[in-house]
């Protein structure tokens, strides 16, 4: 597609169910980030990828967090347990850095989850 | 590790009035790109700016440009003849280029509403 794609947009889900997210990026982006943004707030780091390299999980705030990407294409988040600490919008973006070309991140329109 | 700092939470601007929005950000590295981005309401995130750590010349956008201090490491963004539409939230945004990474830090933003 022409965008980042995410899916679902809105997640309702029990207190203690696991929950995954998917990412579709760009097609040729080679880094891909997962944020998260609570109600009103900034945007939180949670893990990046690059290309094959070992991904940067240093803002994923739990081990019920964890990513996976294969190559440089879907990207899944998932939750384990989930909390309600962990309502939020989880943003995914993708970018490739090119000297020739201005560099930008696109956005996907983010999954709403909402943990009751 | 880099960080960005927004230090106003909130700021508003009356209709047709320029407005200033600040950031500045820590990095040991030399070679970096620096972003503005918009989020609506809709969520999704917009583009405004961006600066090529290496260019000396302050990038502009039509109403939008930026007052980029590499030494000072200061990165803040005017808004002129501001409009309705600008009303949003106002991020900050850090990527390090350094090694072949693309890692993309935001500050917390601030949160600009334009006034009728």
Known sequence: ?116 | AQTVTQSQPEMSVQEAETVTLSCTYDTSENNYYLFWYKQPPSRQMILVIRQEAYKQQNATENRFSVNFQKAAKSFSLKISDSQLGDTAMYFCAFMNLQGGSEKLVFGKGTKLTVNP
Request: proline share 3%.
């Open chain 1, 1 to 116: 597609g022409a965008g980042v794609s995410q899916s679902p947009s809105n997640k309702v889900t029990e207190k203690g169910k696991d929950v995954e997210l998917r990412c579709d990026p760009i097609s040729g982006h080679t880094a891909l980030y997962w944020y998260r943004q609570r109600l009103g707030q900034g945007l939180e780091f949670l893990i990046y990828f690059q290309g094959n390299s070992a991904p940067d999980k240093s803002g994923l705030p739990s081990d019920r967090f964890s990513a996976e990407r294969t190559g440089e294409s879907v990207s899944t988040l998932t939750i384990q347990r989930t909390q309600q600490e962990d309502s939020a919008v989880y943003l995914c973006a993708s970018s490739r850095w090119d000297r020739d070309l201005n560099t930008e991140a696109f956005f996907g329109q983010g999954t709403r989850l909402t943990v009751v």
